[in-house]
């Protein structure tokens, strides 16, 4: 039985054979194909290198993207800034707007100081009382503003050390700005104010006067005003405390008049005999008090017949109305009656516009201009500066030089009244008893 048919071993032995063939052929058939089906390599040349030119053209179009990007950011905040900002044609200057009724610009010419002048702002041209001051940087227009006039943003906090800032202005074209960087603040006095003073990278110039320095966020940070001789950027809150004094009578009547009335101290009632009344502390030459006659060192006891206790009994004299005072002046031991006409026909300043040459003569004077204060000396803690000009003491008023002398030499420790003169001012100076003249 066995020999009657196959064993398994022979009949899958052929079979395996040829399946093991089919699955060789189907391989090869396949990598076959693959080969002839794959994708060709595409040859490519090596990449160029960049010439040096070409890199630096590339550095180029990259920073004027960024600065074109920034430039337009200044100019979005500046043009979220012209609102707060006037002009004064008559200046050629700006102006910014303080609160709802005010803007505050540079020192306005001595002429403009008791008239209205013209000040234009987004909402229109508008008519404005000056308030200024000769001893202060700043002049306040009082103005009724309408819409889209608008007070600027007053920055909280100062920026960092290299931010930007942009210090934006108008002309008589149209607004401007310029971009810097913050520097640091530093103490300075400008006239008579103890101020903060914001100090850019870029210096300030006399038509960007009245304009203001703002972050990046639009927040006013200072106002460009005159201080001396230069034109510096003053913190906005000095700005404040120097608008506090152009509004109390003392700064009024010098604006406008050209004359500093004060409190007569205690040291100094030892000279006068009046103990009440206001001294002539300051007197403006060639200004309307000049012209009525009053001088440094008189002392006003009454305005028509009312007698003076303090500053706030001369507000009258602020007044807009036309009208005409008298005032008893203390000259010495005299007293006389001042005609002050406040009138707004009354010029502010004697000017060269009569008849003839055309140029104004003061009387011929002698003049001994103080060289050297001595250190510590009475004079010294008085105010008496070096260059200040000598035109009287007590009641001698020294032609000669002999004169000068005998008037020096004969200042004993007791009080004595200086009368001197310093740029345009005249200025009363009193001297409190001591050991030395």
């Known amino acids: 039985m066995d020999e009657g048919y196959p064993s398994v071993a022979n009949v899958t032995e052929p079979r395996s054979s040829r399946y093991v063939a089919i699955l060789a052929v189907t391989a090869g058939l396949i990598l076959i194909f693959g080969w002839l089906l794959r994708p060709r390599d595409i040859p490519q040349s090596p990449p160029s290198v960049p010439s040096e030119t070409e890199l630096q053209e590339l550095a180029r179009r990259a920073q004027r993207r960024s600065l074109e990007s920034t430039r337009a950011y200044f100019a979005d905040v500046a043009a979220d800034v012209y609102l707060s900002l006037g002009y004064i044609p008559s200046t050629g200057t700006s102006g910014i707007v303080w609160d709802d009724s005010h803007v505050v610009t540079g020192p306005m010419p001595i002429a403009d100081r008791a008239a209205a002048v013209t000040v234009r702002t987004a909402s229109g041209e508008r008519s404005a009382e000056v308030t200024s001051s000769r001893r202060l940087p700043l002049s306040h227009l009082e103005v009724t503003l309408g819409p889209p006039g608008r007070m600027p943003r007053r920055a909280a906090s100062l920026p960092q050390v290299g931010d930007w800032i942009l210090v934006v202005w108008q002309t008589d074209q149209a607004p401007a700005f310029a971009a810097a960087n913050f520097r640091q603040i530093a103490s300075t006095t400008c006239g008579i104010a103890h101020v903060q003073e914001f100090i850019a990278s870029i210096p300030l110039t006399g038509p960007m006067t009245g304009g203001g320095i703002f972050d990046m966020d639009g927040e006013l940070l200072a106002v460009v005003l005159p201080c001396g001789n230069r034109v510096a950027a003053i913190e906005s809150a ?96 005299k007293t006389q009656t001042i005609t002050f006409d406040t009138s707004a026909g009354t010029p502010g300043v004697l000017t060269a516009t009569d008849a003839g040459l055309g140029v104004v003569l003061e009387s011929p004077t002698a003049a001994f201009r103080i060289q050297a204060v001595l250190p510590d000396s009475r004079a010294a803690h008085a105010g008496v500066e070096v260059g200040d000009i000598l035109r009287r003491i007590n009641s001698v008023e020294p032609r000669t030089r002999a004169q000068a002398d005998r008037a020096v030499r004969g200042a004993t420790s007791k009080p004595i009244l200086l009368e001197v003169e310093r740029g345009r001012r005249r200025l009363a100076i009193v001297i409190p008893e001591g050991t030395a003249p």
């Open 238 to 333: 000095s700005v404040d405390d120097i608008i506090k004094r152009v509004g109390t009578v003392e700064e009024r009547l010098l604006a406008r008049y050209g004359v500093l009335f004060s409190s007569i101290s205690p040291e100094e009632r030892h000279y006068f005999s009046a103990t009440d009344g206001l001294l002539v502390r300051e007197l403006w030459m060639r200004t309307r008090a000049d012209a009525a006659g009053f001088q440094a060192g008189d002392v006003v006891v009454a305005l028509n017949d009312h007698p003076l206790t303090g500053i706030d009994d001369l507000r009258p004299l602020t007044a807009t109305s036309e009208a005409a005072f008298e005032l008893s002046v203390l000259r010495g031991s």
